[in-house]
């Protein structure tokens, strides 16, 4: 659960230091923070100060939006997930969400089959944090190993959106909506992870693929 007094504070805290710097300095300020909250989930928030009504001179910050964008990707790759396709930031001052990779502590690594390709693991009283560490990581490796291309990330909204497009459905439980790990319960988490586990003791060698993908320059 997410600290809410702790975010309130935070940003009363950075507005009156941006009101501070604009008198002192004539600085015009924005600030940006990152954290991880206690479902090991990354939290970005951003404040900032037009000061329009002490210097009338119009709108002020302007391209924020885009700053914002930049800083989100940024704090992706600084908390050790640059692989997941999060969607950009809405209003100020409202916390985002992204998907997590625990900073300062082991990635998630999964047993690989003698074939070198990685399968899912027991995840009997795994609770969804870790779940959904597991799920990000086998897709994760699949989609890079379809593309080629070991820095890529995963398009999870385009996949969401078209998933029979992306993925035969072989390869997923009909019920179960394909989604970025953190938009999944616990219950649909399991559902997935499990299906995955059947189809290695039925297909070893074929447990899951991508059978399209998006190049470089967003071509599918």
């Not at 009504?53 to 964008?69: A, H, M, S």
């Not at 998630?108 to 003698?114: E, R």
């Not at 609770?127 to 379809?146: E, S, W």
Request: aromatic share 10%; hydrophobic share 35%.
């Amino acid at each position: 659960m997410r600290n809410r007094a702790a975010e309130k504070k935070g940003h009363k805290y950075a507005e009156e230091f941006a009101k501070e710097m604009w008198k002192r300095c004539g600085a015009r300020v924005v600030v940006m923070a990152a954290w991880e909250d206690a479902d090991g989930e990354i939290l970005t928030n951003s404040s900032r100060h037009d000061f329009n009504d002490e210097v009338g001179n119009g709108k002020l910050f302007e391209d924020l939006d885009e700053c914002q964008d930049k800083f989100v990707k940024y704090t992706r790759m600084a908390f050790g997930n640059g692989g997941t396709d999060a969607e950009s930031p809405d209003e100020d001052a409202a916390p985002q969400s992204w998907p997590r990779r625990r900073n300062g502590k082991p990635k998630t690594v999964l047993p690989v089959s003698d074939n070198s390709t990685p399968y899912i693991p027991n995840i009997l009283d795994m609770r969804a944090p870790k779940l959904k560490d597991i799920m990000r990581t086998f897709v994760t490796f699949h989609y890079r190993k379809a593309c080629g291309n070991s820095q890529a990330t995963v398009p999870w909204s385009a996949i969401m959106t078209n998933t029979a497009l992306y993925i035969a459905p072989q390869f997923l439980p009909p019920e179960v909506p394909f989604k970025e790990p953190s938009r999944l319960t616990q219950d649909e988490l399991t559902a997935i992870l499990e299906w995955w586990q059947e189809r290695k003791e039925w297909h070893p060698n074929n447990i899951f693929s991508f059978k399209k993908w998006r190049d470089a320059g967003g071509s599918l």
